[in-house]
Structures are given as structure tokens and as C-alpha cells.
């Protein structure tokens, strides 16, 4: 039943020689780049490609007003390839570079165990001046050249832990990125973490033919497949240079943190932790050394305090209880409380004040009695559903302050610090608690825990009459003029409750009974409260939060020393020095400043 | 009498082709990916252990092939389409993301590519198809169809963002052109091409005065009939709005990688860094080995990993700086062997659905050859498409060599078809 169907196998001529056809054509193209160019061909015995990497610089870091924090400067490293390295004579070698035999043979094989013919790093860093005396003799040892490398410098002492360090890629960090090879380095903590990808830029590539005599000859096609490296973006940060030195200076011999934010951007302006460390140690051939002996150092300079240092807030916390019984609707700001000083029950007061107290007064005189009552009655109001009800309104206001959450901005390695949940104390409680149970909450003690850069933070949003901007460092990028932003925070309390607590923190400083009356500073208003953390394993922790001036807040702070006892005592002096230092620029107190530097009553 | 064990019939001559050709695959991925830590090709922790697993899982899926009967693929031909384009919609709503398109399934610790099996099925379904004896391929009806079973998979794979593997599918024209198909249609794609890439480098308006003097030239030589005059002008009036089309074409509908990679191979671009970047290491890599290569595992270029993905896409440039130009001649010239194997042994099948089958694949392998090796050398745009039996990788060499077994199984059977 064959139809007739024309046959159309002659057709497999043309289709073959299609095939044909097309494997002429690639072995022509393969002639000509194989055999009759001469450009790609550098297979002789005696040349050699040599892929010299460009490194690019890594972008500079200024502060607010441009200052220079970090910048740049050139060392050299030694390159080695391990095939090219033949009838080297060690001993000149040695000599020459001021090494040992142990640490030649150790180096090569290190290089020879990473590959055989990719270039390696034998000698890291090597300075300008001792690059001069070498550079002249390298001939004398094929395989191995130099390459220009930058490493960071730092023209102030200051912000180690915000400004982080850069160190050689480790293994699993190259495997995550394929941009990095062994002896790149890499951000490896605060701003040069983070911002790795912005300020390292792109690498080039220079690709020259080099002879036998390890001389580099010419450029390979005429640098046809060179690449230029692209240098990395600079960046500006919020920081205040002069007013991270000064809170250095103040905090010398003690341990505790700083943490001074811009209210009305987020914007971190000082962030100190002490003990610290000069960040030109971390740089060169010393990181490593340098690195160990601080890690092992008791005092843990390494640790930044200001963001992964925990603590009750103690009466700093006595705002944030105020200001959710006056949205509740349960008091409002005239309300008054009865106080019996130290005979009050079930807290007793630790301040001398007169009976009853208001918000005004209960602030000033951080009036512990008055804190509860306000609180008790929030919690057993009717016009809750039950007390747990009133827990939540609480846990809701409190955890919108910032409290209880990491910062999830440029800063790395926040914590988030603790607010008890229901579920917390039903736990613990078995299900049957009540205000009483939970008391010490009233008095920012108890289960509380932040960070000083969350006190800060609340210090800018009490300032800034309910609201903030995620805290930061960077302000902006060095490539254009937009600051960068975060995402703003707006708390559900109306602004009239934040003026009255305003206006009772302003009396801190200013009225009779004062707690930081004594830190007053002259023409600058400041809103404020100390505050004293029990330490169960030793001194209580000196805490301030302050915010100036009270109208319009240009700078919010928390200062806590540890075992360093009364807020008033050290940390709220602190605080008054580094705002008047920043608003004004200058100190007008020198025996304030004095007390602080001198005194050696310092807190074991 | 008695007939010989499966074994004893296939065709030696492809098989060994075929072994030869993954053989030297296995080498290359060896000479790419070389470890000095890991030196023995055995080692499963490297390309060339797990590529070596590869190879073996194939032939035993090819040996279990050809103890199947051979009627299998041909009855089974629709069902094996039909699981391709399920593959294919699948990876669409599960698929997982590798180099920007969306075209891997993943089942536990094995990745997948729908798309090498719908090569596979849409060949398959082809040849079941056109092999009917009632099918006639000058008919509209039939051609409709036969296109319908080459694009559906087209149009599935496009969706995924994978311009690379969907446009294998276009080789199939030469297989409807074997089966019958007008030859028209091979000119006025050829000529649509060339078209297309002579308006990306030169104006317009020169392209039109030169189309303009041809057709003055075809009427001088022509007989002027009214009929010819009019095919001739509709023809110059269709080149003319298709140059004018082009420039909307290439920058609207191409995206923008793929049009970087079209003006690097013009040399209206230079892109060192990027695109550019791998053509430019993959020449020099080529290029250095000169006429008789560096020597197996002395290639720098590809010591250096200058060449990314040298053990998949751009395999090709291992051969080409440790075996020079012999080595890229013997290798081209066992592809070619492949290829005129399979057609000579198409030709001979008395089954039509085994011949046209035949061309499928041999189709597909040129294809992928010529696509291959011409980006590797700047002759051709960077389209990522394997090296059939050389590039490393698991679903690419596994569906190869099925096809490849499939074919010996049907040549095998050949006898046993009335």
C-alpha cells in the first residue's frame, strides 16, 4: 500500500554537506587564531603570560564635617609561582628578604599546596622603604615578582569597633563569593563589613609576557584583555570625629559605652566602648599577633559594648512606664501618688521628696513608689479586658521604642536585649501572675534587658515626641549627595504625653530635687534621667539617657560605666560633657571634665 | 537462522564514535577542573569523578535500552512527548534558579534540565509522526502539525528565559526538509539571517540602494513577465520592510545580555570585562595552543581558570590549548564521523520513523557542535549550550546518550521490520 511518495533521500547530500560546510568554516577560524596569528600564541618555552592582578583602592571613610578617617596606603607583597621558581638560591634569598630557612620552605609549600602555577602571596606587606632596597636584587629569582597592595591607615585613633578592620579572605569566605582568591582581603567587622562591596570596588587585570630572566617584557596584545580596576565608593558617616574622640578621652580607664545618636535622622554621631583599642594595630604584618593578644585580653577590648552589652535599664526605663500609663488614659500628668520614702511597700523609694507626687515630681526625684502605683493601676484597669490584656498594651508600646528587636541596619552584631512576653511569665507563673508579680517591670528592672544603643535610641524618640529613625552609621554614599535613609518608626502614643514626660526630664537638670542637677550645663537645655542597674555580680552600672536641647533635639545619648554605681555619679556628667561638646563645640565646666579624667575611684 | 545477540548487532562504527567522544570528554574535564589536592580522576568529590559516575549511569541506561524492544520508543513516542512538555510546565512552577534562567528541576541531591529531555521527546514525536505512512509533508495541514510539535516545547523553554536551548529546536527544519518539506523555506531563513546581521553593521539605506541594484539585475535577466515582475517587486518590498524591522527587533525584543553578546561577535562592542570577557580568555586559551597544542594537563589558560566554565559550555577550549590544531581537527573530523554515521545509517533503516529519528538526532548533535565550538572561537554569539559527550554535566551526556542508544537499538532491529 505504498502511496506514491516521492523520494527524497537525495536530499541527504545536501544536508551532509551542510555539516561539512560548517566544520570547514570552524577549522578556518581555528587556523587562523591556532596558526596564522601570532597574538594569542605564547606557548614557547620561554615567555610567559603573567595575569598581574590590579588592585583597586578601597574607598576612603570621612565623618559628618569630612574628616578622614580611614584612607589608604601602599605596601608591596611578594608574589611567588611555584613552577616558575626554579634554582632559586635560598640562602641569598633568606638574606635578602631577612627570613628564615624554615619560613621559605614553610611559605613554598603553602604556595605549591594552592596550585603549582596560579600566583601566591609568599611574603605579605612588605613597606615602601624596605621595597626599594629589594626591588632592584628580584631579578636574581625567577618566579617571583611584586604586587602592589594598599593597606588601611587611620589619621585618629578612634572608632576601632565602628570603623571594623579588614584581614586576608578566609577559605569559606572565598568559597561564598567568587571574587575574592586567596590573600585578598575583605572587610571583617563594622563599617568594612558591611559596606564590603561599595568600598572594595572591582579588580583589574594586567596581563604582560614576562621572560626567562623574571623581566617583564611587554603587554600582552598590547593590553587589548587588560582590565582597569574601578576604585571602591567612598563613604561618609554620621560620626562626629571630634565628639568620638572626646567620648574616648572621657571613657579612658573605664568600662562602659557611649552611644550618641542624631534624633532627627538616626544617624549615629559617637559610639564609644571601653576599654578600646587603636585601630592602626589591626593593619599589617602585626594583624595577627595584634588580634590574638586583644582577644585574650581580660578586659575584652574587642567587644563593643555599646551594641552587644546588655543591662537592666534601671529608672531610665521609669519614661517609657510613664508614658504608656498616660496613653492607656489610666493617669494623666497631674495624677498624683502618695510616696512613704523608704517605708513605701512594695517598693520602696530611695530618693527624699515630698508626698504625693506627680509625672513632673515622680521624674525628678525618679520616684520609685509613684512608678508602680501608675503601673498597678494600668494593669488592674477596667478598662482592659484582664490584666493580660493591659500586659499586651504594655508589650506592644514598649517593643515600638526598639527594645526587645536587633537593629537591623549597618550595624552589625546587634542584640536585641530582652522585654518579657506573656507567654514568658505564664511559664514561669504557671499561668497565675498579676501586677505584683511582675513589679519590678514598673521600675525598668527584672527581666528588662538593652543595649546602650537602644537606650539612645529611646532617648531620640522621647526627644523627638514619638518617633525614630532606625540608628545607623552611614550618611552617605561618597559618589553622590544623597544621604541615605532608614525606615522611620512612628510610636502610637500622642505627642501630649511625650511634652509632660519631656518637661519632667528637663526638670532633672533643673529642678531642686534634681537627679543630674549637678551636670546642668549653662544656655543649653537638656531632658534627661539617670539611672542605676542592679548588678548582681558586683557594683550597680552607672546609666544616663539624655536628650538636648529639650525643644529641638539635636542629639540623644546613653552613657552606662559599669560598676560605677549612681547614674549621677559618673555617667550623667558624661553625658552633659559630650553634649555640650557637640552643641557648643567646646566645654565651659573644666572641673567636671577634670572630676571625670582624674578621679581614680573607678569602678572595679 | 538464528540471530545474534543484541549485542552483536548495534553498530560498532557509532559506538565506538560514541565512546571515543566521551572519552575525551572525561579527559578534558579532568585537564579543566585538575586539582592538585584531588589528582585521581576517581575522586567523587570533583567534576571529573562525578562526570565519570555520569558516564557510567549512562551506559547502563543504554544498555537497558537495548534490551527493550524497539517498538517501544516508536509506540511510546507521544507519551514521551507529552512527559517532556509536563517537565517543562513543571519547571516553570518549581523550577530552581541557576545562571538567570529558570530550567532546573530539583529532586533531592539530583538538578535536572527539562529541556534536554524535550530534545529527546520532540525527536521522537517527530519521527512517530512524519514516519505514519499517510503523512504527506507537502500538505498545509501536516506541515501545521509538524511545526506545532517542534514549537509547543519552543514556546515552554522561551518562557524560562532560556533563548540558548530553545533555539536547538530551529535545527528540526532540516529534518522536515529531508522528510519533503519545501526548500524554500532553508533559503528564505538563510537569506532572512544574513539580512538581519548585514543591517546591524551597515545603514539602512546602503542595504536598500544594494537590494534595489540586485532587483534591477534580476529583471534585466529575467523574462519579464507580469507575474515575475510582481513576485520580484513583492519580494524586494518585503527584504526592504524586514531591514526596517530589524532595528525594532533587536532593541525591543532581544534582551540586553543577548544583544551585547550579538555586537561583540560584530565587533560593535568591546566588553573585556563581561560578555567579552570569556570570549576574549576562550581565544587566547584556543589560539595559544597553536598548531600542535601545550600537551595534556600543561595548558596554562586553562590551569589559570581564565576561562569560566571551562569544564561545561566552554570545554571546547581545553582541546584547543593542550591538543592545538590536530587536536581541534581529529575532534571536529569524529563529530563529522558522528554525524555522516548516523545519516548513513538512517538512510538504510526500511522503518521511516528510524531514518527520520536518525536525523533528529544527528541534527540536534550538529546543532549543539557547531553553535558550541563557533562561540568558542567568536564566530557565533555566547549562546550556553553544552558540548554534546564532552561537556561536563549529568542531564546533558545522560539524554546523548540515550539518543544515541535509542538509534543503535532501532538500526539494531532493522532486519526484523517487514
Known sequence: MIKNKINYSQRKYVIESVFILVAIILLIKLFVIQIVDDSYKHSSDTNTLRYITQYPSRGKIYDRNGKLLVYNDAVYDLMIIPSQAKDIDTASFCKLFNINNTTYNNNLKKAKKYSNITPSIFISQITKEEYGRIAEMLYHYPGFYFQTRTIRQYPMPIAAHTLGSIGEVTKPEMEKDSYYQLGDYIGKSGIEKYYEKQLRGTKGLKITVVDVHNREKERFMNGAFDTLPEPGTDIILGLDADLQAYGEHLMAGKTGSIVAIEPTTGQILAMVSSPTYDPNELVGRKRGTRYNELLKDPNKPLINRAISGTYPPGSTFKMINGLVSLQSGVINANTPYPCNGPTSAPIKCTHYHGSPVRLYDAIENSCNPYFWQAFQDMMNSKRFENQKAAFKFWYDLVTSFGLGRAVKTDIPFTVSGNIPKIEFYDKVYRGVWNALTIRSLSIGQGEILVTPLQLANVAAAIGNEGYYYDPHYIRSFGNTDDSVSFEKHVINIEKRHFKDVKIGMQSVFEGEHGTAKWSKIPDITIGGKTGTAENPHGQDHSIFMAFAPVDNPQIAIAVVVENAGFGSMWAAPIASLMIEKYIRGYVTRPNVEKRILTTNENPK | ?418
Open chain 2, 1 to 418: 537462522m538464528r540471530s545474534k545477540t543484541i549485542i552483536g548487532k548495534i553498530d560498532i562504527w557509532l559506538f565506538v564514535i560514541y565512546l571515543a567522544l566521551v572519552t575525551i570528554g572525561l579527559l578534558s574535564i579532568y585537564a579543566a577542573a585538575f586539582n592538585e589536592a584531588h589528582p585521581h580522576i576517581y575522586d567523587f568529590s570533583q567534576n571529573y569523578g562525578k562526570q565519570l559516575v555520569f558516564i557510567g549511569v549512562s551506559l547502563l541506561v543504554g544498555f537497558i535500552i537495548l534490551l527493550i524492544d524497539a517498538k517501544f520508543f516508536n509506540a511510546f513516542a507521544y507519551v514521551f512527548y507529552g512527559l517532556s512538555i509536563f517537565c517543562l510546565l513543571l519547571v516553570l512552577v518549581v523550577g530552581s534558579k541557576i545562571s538567570g534562567s529558570t530550567s532546573w528541576i530539583q529532586l533531592g541531591p539530583i538538578s535536572f534540565q527539562p529541556s534536554e529531555f524535550a530534545k529527546f521527546g520532540t525527536a521522537l514525536a517527530l519521527a512517530h509522526y512524519l514516519g505514519k505512512l499517510d503523512t504527506d509533508l507537502t500538505k498545509f495541514k501536516t506541515k501545521l502539525t509538524a511545526y506545532g510539535i517542534v514549537f509547543v516545547p519552543v514556546l515552554l523553554i522561551l518562557a524560562q528565559g532560556d533563548a540558548g536551548s530553545a533555539s536547538v529546536f530551529i535545527i528540526f527544519l532540516l529534518v522536515l526538509y529531508r522528510e519533503g518539506m519545501g526548500g524554500k523555506i532553508l533559503i528564505i531563513g538563510l537569506v532572512a539571517a544574513t539580512l538581519f546581521i548585514v543591517s546591524l553593521c551597515v545603514s539602512k539605506w546602503y542595504i536598500m540602494i544594494i537590494l534595489v541594484v540586485i532587483f534591477a539585475l534580476f529583471l534585466l535577466m529575467i523574462n519579464r513577465t507580469k507575474k515575475n515582475i510582481l513576485l520580484l517587486t513583492g519580494i524586494l518590498i518585503a527584504a526592504c520592510a524586514f531591514v526596517f524591522s530589524v532595528d525594532f527587533a533587536f532593541n525591543h525584543i532581544l534582551k540586553q545580555h543577548q544583544r551585547t553578546r550579538i555586537n561583540i561577535i560584530l565587533g560593535k562592542e568591546h566588553d573585556t570585562k563581561g560578555v567579552g570577557y570569556n570570549l576574549n580568555q576562550s581565544m587566547i586559551a584556543i589560539g595559544s595552543g597553536g598548531f600542535s597544542g601545550k600537551g595534556y594537563l600543561n595548558g596554562t589558560m586553562t590551569k589559570y581558570n581564565f576561562v569560566p566554565e571551562q569544564h561545561t559550555d566552554f570545554i571546547f577550549c581545553t582541546v584547543g590549548e593542550e591538543s592545538g590544531f590536530i587536536g581541534c581537527f581529529f575532534l571536529i573530523a569524529l563529530y563529522i564521523a558522528l554525524m555522516l554515521r548516523i545519516i548513513h545509517l538512517a538512510e538504510r533503516q526500511r522503518s521511516p520513523f528510524s531514518r527520520i529519528y536518525g536525523y533528529g538526532i544527528a541534527c540536534i548533535f550538529f546543532f549543539h557542535f557547531a553553535i558550541n565550538i563557533g562561540m568558542t572561537i567568536g564566530l557565533v554569539p555566547v549562546i550556553g549550550i553544552p558540548l554534546p559527550f564532552l561537556s561536563y554535566g549529568g542531564s546533558s551526556l545522560l539524554m546523548f546518550s540515550m539518543m544515541i542508544f535509542v538509534f543503535l537499538k532501532q538500526d539494531a532491529n532493522r532486519m526484523n521490520i517487514l
